[in-house]
């Protein structure tokens, strides 16, 4: 992980154009690598090692989890558990973090086994697990109706993660559970930042490249601290833009700071999502142009109208992630850095960690 105690900079003219090449490059890259997820259907169990499969259980050495590859007949031709209930699972480790795009299965080879329904749960860490959802709800993969014809399914949300669980759900009633399984994708790749609670990481903009009228911010966090600054940007006059955890909700708040100038527009806090503290992936974005604003996190979307306020705000051209670099200056002594790990920031199409760790 990268250290976060940064500060990027962009103040002399050739500097400023050194950079501006780099920046090129970076984006270059990054619709390279957009590109290449249009291929992301690599078979990611073939190839893997025993060790790399598990199970809640398995009815006999000839029936373990790593029998479990579509296709083949090995052993008993396929995973099965010892009892055949809802509570047991087949557990694949795919070695490193990874986009999983699509899933396939079979029965146990030439068998009376097969499950005509399951679950898919995955993680990172191989303890902490999340259901995969589809239309805002939990979603249950139909299965297979016989041992040998494949059934496949492509996500409609890829998955990032390095463990994957299948979880039958129901099975042939004239036998008993028995999987065979593949998985598809590619090489998740990706940038990571973690914060301690007492640092952050500045990106200074330059007056002239900056673009006041469209800002779009991305970013993917990941805590286990209910509170925590994850974006800050202040102006002079005690104007700030502040995004926050708080008790396990996202909120972004807009404040003008001169109540006397602007008393009706001094202030807008929008806030979504809950249970955010959960130590998964969350996605948040914002996307503001002229003076509308749309505020997303995961997928769930706040838009409206900012009826001027960015427009009156005098903001420094300084952005800071994961705390505020001097606390206090509006009145934010109280609030607590952020704790845990950011992932791809994005600022205007600006990668911030790629460019922290190579500046």
Not at 31 to 48: E, F, H, I, R, T
Request: charged residues 20%; hydrophobic residues 35%; contains cysteine.
């Amino acid at each position: 992980l990268l250290g976060a105690s940064m500060i990027v900079n962009m103040d002399s003219v050739t500097e400023i154009f050194l950079k501006l090449l780099f920046l090129l490059s970076v984006h270059r890259q990054h619709m390279a690598v957009a590109g290449n997820k249009y291929n992301c259907d690599d078979q990611l169990v073939s190839a893997l090692p025993q060790s790399s499969f598990s199970s809640s259980s398995e009815l006999s050495s000839s029936h373990s989890p790593g029998f479990a590859r579509l296709n083949r007949r090995e052993g008993a031709g396929g995973w099965s558990p010892l009892v055949s209930n809802k509570y047991q699972w087949l557990q694949i480790d795919l070695g490193e973090r990874t986009e999983i795009t699509a899933v396939a299965t079979q029965g146990g080879y030439g068998s009376s086994d097969w499950v005509t329904s399951y679950l898919l749960m995955f993680s990172d860490s191989g303890q902490n697990w999340k259901q995969y959802r589809q239309e805002e709800s939990i979603w249950a993969f139909s299965g297979n109706t016989n041992a040998d014809s494949v059934v496949y399914y492509k996500l409609q949300h890829s998955i990032k993660a390095r463990f994957l669980r299948f979880v039958p759900l129901d099975w042939n009633p004239n036998g008993r559970i028995g999987m065979r399984i593949e998985v598809y994708g590619c090489t998740y790749r990706s940038e990571v930042v973690g914060f301690d609670g007492k640092s952050c990481l500045i990106y200074t903009l330059n007056k002239k490249l900056s673009n006041a009228l469209k800002d779009v911010i991305s970013l993917k966090f990941k805590t286990m601290q209910s509170d925590g600054i994850l974006l800050h940007r202040e102006g002079q006059n005690g104007d700030h833009i502040t995004m926050e955890l708080t008790k396990g909700k996202l909120s972004l708040l807009i404040n003008l700071g001169d109540t006397k100038t602007h008393p009706s527009n001094a202030q807008i806090n929008i806030t979504l999502g809950s249970l955010l503290d959960d130590q998964h992936w969350h996605s948040v974005l914002i996307e503001h142009f002229n003076n509308q604003v749309n505020f997303t996190v995961d997928k769930h979307t706040h838009h409206f109208h900012a009826k001027g306020e960015f427009s009156y705000l005098d903001l420094d051209y300084e952005l800071s992630f994961g705390g505020i670099p001097m606390p206090g200056k509006s009145g934010t002594l109280s609030r607590r850095n952020f704790h845990g790990c950011f992932e791809n920031i994005y600022y205007n199409g600006v990668n911030i960690i790629d460019l922290a760790r190579r500046h």
